[in-house]
């Protein structure tokens, strides 16, 4: 049997993906809300709280131990986001050779995945000070380590530039000016509300015989878990409009060696759209592989790039281009990028750069199929997105997608931003 079995009652679902080509089983449960500006960054660092230990087991030692007598049991909590939502998760991985057996191991990993979400270890309600503080410091290294990665930093920066007004561009792990104000009290009130008004959605990947059991066992299981209560209504995410107006460009400047040059483009196509399939071999062939026109053209024949490459949100429709370049060539580097992008409308793209995205698209979708999480990741989208696509599904329609479909997306690629990291410029007496 392949595909997923889901079953939901209101805001809590269950999707069970029955498979026996994996040694574990895997569960992810995530907790989903808009992401709002109001209780960001304590809501960013509650699953890491829920590590120090739950209810019954009360610390962050007696949780491992716990997981050790599951016969190592891989337990751990994040927080993600995805175009304008925050997700609140934990996942849990049992070996296969003690899941599939019937002592009840997965049930028990499972019943502790929901109670370091739902039950984390609190005294008279607040979680512990020293704990908070804890948190906090960690907290703030966490934030302050991405400032550190100059490609992920420059990018982030690019896009809060395209999502400007928009809540797509408030961040994963919250503020940092915001760690030092977070209190037990804000967080309990955060917590409170991820369990009273979160959509809940659990992930199952692993050997069962019978998914629909399984999925309905789980819902039950879920329905204990979290107090009953009616989330408010968000919608499936739509793609950002492509705006008119001037392109926004903007330069940073920080002590770095080489220049972060990235560009920002707004399509108006995601996931649920027809054309979809085309804009992603649209990004494949600009910049997706070591035959794409950003890497032949900018970082071979010109050797103007470190890397040059582009990437594709499919929930939002944005298109980013990034590459690394000597500080002095950025003009030339960023003429040479636009003129890749217009030879795409132009329809100047070869039967071999078609086929040869298509086929690497095809074995990239392949390997996903290998990897438990990258399924999962694959369904949420579409979960997100009000349209879900299959991985078969989605291969099928890459190999269906002609030259012509790949010339009409391109016609709706327009320039959002050009964003710039560059060397600090030192003045000279």
Request: overall charge negative; hydrophobic content about 40%.
């Amino acid at each position: 049997m392949t595909g997923y079995t889901s079953v939901h009652d209101g805001r809590l679902h269950v999707h069970v993906y029955p498979t026996h080509q994996f040694q574990t089983q895997h569960l992810q449960l995530k907790l989903v809300m808009p992401l709002e500006s109001e209780g960001l960054t304590s809501t960013a660092m509650l699953p890491y709280l829920w590590m120090e230990g739950t209810e019954t087991f009360p610390s962050a030692l007696a949780l491992m131990q716990r997981t050790d007598e599951l016969y190592g049991v891989a337990l751990r909590a994040g927080i993600a986001k995805r175009a304008d939502r925050h997700i609140a998760e934990v996942y849990a991985g049992v070996p296969g050779e003690t899941a599939l057996s019937t002592n009840g191991v997965f049930e028990e990993a499972q019943r502790l995945a929901f109670d370091v979400a739902t039950k984390p270890y609190r005294v008279d309600g607040k979680f512990p000070d020293k704990h908070v503080t804890r948190e906090k410091g960690l907290h703030r290294r966490r934030i302050e380590s991405l400032f550190d990665d100059k490609i992920a930093w420059a990018m982030d920066r690019c896009m809060k530039s395209v999502y400007a007004g928009e809540r797509f561009g408030l961040p994963r792990l919250g503020h940092l000016d915001d760690v030092e104000a977070v209190t037990s009290e804000t967080l309990v009130a955060a917590h409170e509300r991820l369990l009273s008004e979160a959509q809940a959605h659990l992930y199952m990947v692993g050997a069962w015989s019978d998914a629909e059991r399984v999925a309905a066992d789980a819902l039950a299981a879920l329905r204990r878990a979290l107090p009953s209560s009616r989330a408010s209504e968000t919608g499936p995410i739509k793609a950002l409009e492509v705006r008119s107006g001037e392109i926004r460009r903007v330069t940073d400047e920080q002590p770095v060696r080489q220049g972060k040059l990235n560009l920002a483009f707004r399509t108006g196509i995601s996931l649920p759209d027809v054309d979809y399939p085309a804009l992603m071999v649209y990004n494949g062939i600009l910049g997706g592989f070591p035959h794409s026109k950003l890497f032949v053209n900018v970082r071979e024949k010109a050797s103007l790039a470190y890397y040059a490459s582009s990437r594709l949100d499919g929930l939002t429709g944005v298109l980013a281009v990034q590459t690394g370049i000597e500080v002095a060539q950025v003009e030339r580097a960023e003429s040479i990028i636009l003129e890749q992008v217009q030879a795409m409308k132009d329809g100047r793209i070869s039967e071999d750069e078609l086929n040869y995205t298509k086929r690497g698209m095809r074995n990239q979708y392949l390997q996903a199929n290998d990897q438990p999480m990258s399924l999962v990741d694959l369904h949420f989208a579409g979960v997100l997105a009000g349209k879900e696509r299959s991985l078969p599904d989605t291969v099928a329609a890459i190999e269906a997608v002609h030259l012509e479909d790949v010339v009409r997306v391109a016609q709706q690629v327009q320039l959002d931003t050009v964003y710039f990291l560059r060397s600090e410029v030192t003045s000279h007496a």
